[in-house]
């Protein structure tokens, strides 16, 4: 029985030795889990970097007569 812990003694899904060289399934999925940990970061910093104007609600002036308060603007 091969030793699974040693280098190139594992098998694919199917149960076949993987070829020297290859990446083990362990090794794509650590890769898949890094990268995926690095888009998160990315995308998390996008978004605190954004101007202030893109996260708060702008207000709108209308002359419409359901205007809540006699301004014309609508909060």
Request: charged share 35%; hydrophobic share 30%.
């Given at each position: 029985m091969p030793d699974k812990w040693k280098r190139g003694s594992?098998?694919?899904e199917y149960g076949q030795p993987i070829p020297p060289?290859?990446?083990s399934p362990r090794e794509i999925r650590a890769a898949l889990e890094l990268i995926q940990?690095?888009?998160?970061?990315?995308?998390?910093?996008?978004?605190?970097?954004q101007p202030r104007e893109a996260w708060t609600v702008?207000?709108?002036k209308?002359?419409?007569?359901?205007?809540?308060?006699?301004?014309?603007v609508i909060e």
């Open positions: 594992e098998t694919d060289g290859q990446p940990s690095r888009w998160t970061a990315r995308e998390l910093r996008k978004r605190l970097v702008p207000v709108v209308t002359d419409h007569p359901a205007a809540v308060d006699g301004d014309g």
